[in-house]
């Protein structure tokens, strides 16, 4: 009971702390969202208390963040270790909002579902296959507090899946040149929509995220096996001095109440 107590009064820390209300006109409320990623979501948003499932690109997975994040709202990120802070400050995540578990061991369902009741976006690696029960218990969970769930990987049911499914680097040519912006295929389903694709640059030359010119929606290709390969990950400086920066005296005492 202490501990729930503690997780509760954390959560309204953090609440009183942000900077905006990222609620948005209508029937559902949605999460600030970056422009460019209007295409490939359903609705044009990333929606709070859903659920939803990205495979194998973290760039992607960052873009989703980016937005929420550069509003005000705090995520967290379970089960990543690979989730690299350099790259996620290039990608415009407020990294003093940021709460990493790189290894959260065999408590990373709790640890993903404690961080739901005190952050606006989690995303978490599942490390092993969850149980559609476990799912639903979750799914309600995130409805009550108006969380947003993003899995890097499987997950049973979401509202939506997102998958590149073909990349592209353009600014390179025939011995010059450096990689300057990278076209990216999502494919993108749900419950209600047909499967479907959106174009997008992620980045542009200038580092920033928006959709491809001439992009369309169409049906949604086989998944190319060699897509993996286009995402670029940041190796170097991953955590290093700016763990202080996103380990907050806050989230340790979240973490440190769920065990």
């Not at 969380?147 to 073909?166: K, M, Y």
Request: aromatic letters at 4%; one cysteine or more; glycine letters at 10%.
């Amino acid at each position: 009971m202490a501990d729930l107590e503690r997780v509760r009064a954390l959560q309204g820390r953090i609440k009183q702390m942000e900077r905006t209300r990222l609620d948005s006109p209508g029937d559902v409320p949605a999460l600030a969202t970056l422009p460019g990623l209007a295409d490939a979501l359903p609705g044009g948003v990333l929606r709070q208390g859903a659920t939803y499932s990205v495979a194998e690109s973290l760039s992607l997975v960052m873009a989703l963040l980016a937005g929420p994040s550069g509003s005000g709202a705090w995520c967290g990120v379970v089960g990543i270790p690979d989730f690299g802070i350099e790259a996620a400050a290039h990608s415009g995540i407020d990294l003093g909002r940021l709460v990493l578990v790189p290894r959260p061991g065999v408590k990373w369902l709790s640890v993903t579902a404690a961080l739901a009741d005190a952050v606006s976006v989690v995303v978490t690696h599942p490390l092993e296959r969850v149980a559609a029960t476990d799912a639903a218990r979750l799914a309600s969970r995130l409805r009550q507090r108006g969380s947003t769930l993003i899995a890097f990987g499987d997950w049973p049911r979401p509202d939506a899946r997102l998958s590149v499914t073909a990349s592209r680097w353009s600014g390179v040519g025939r011995g010059h040149g450096y990689p300057s912006s990278r076209e990216v295929t999502v494919a993108v389903s749900d419950r209600t929509e047909l499967p479907r694709t959106a174009r997008m640059l992620l980045p542009d030359a200038g580092g920033g995220i928006r959709s491809a010119p001439g992009a369309v929606d169409r049906p949604a290709p086989e998944r190319s096996p060699d897509a993996r390969y286009g995402d670029v990950r940041y190796e170097d400086e991953r955590y290093g001095d700016a763990r202080s920066a996103v380990a907050t005296a806050s989230m340790l005492e979240l973490l440190e109440a769920v065990g």
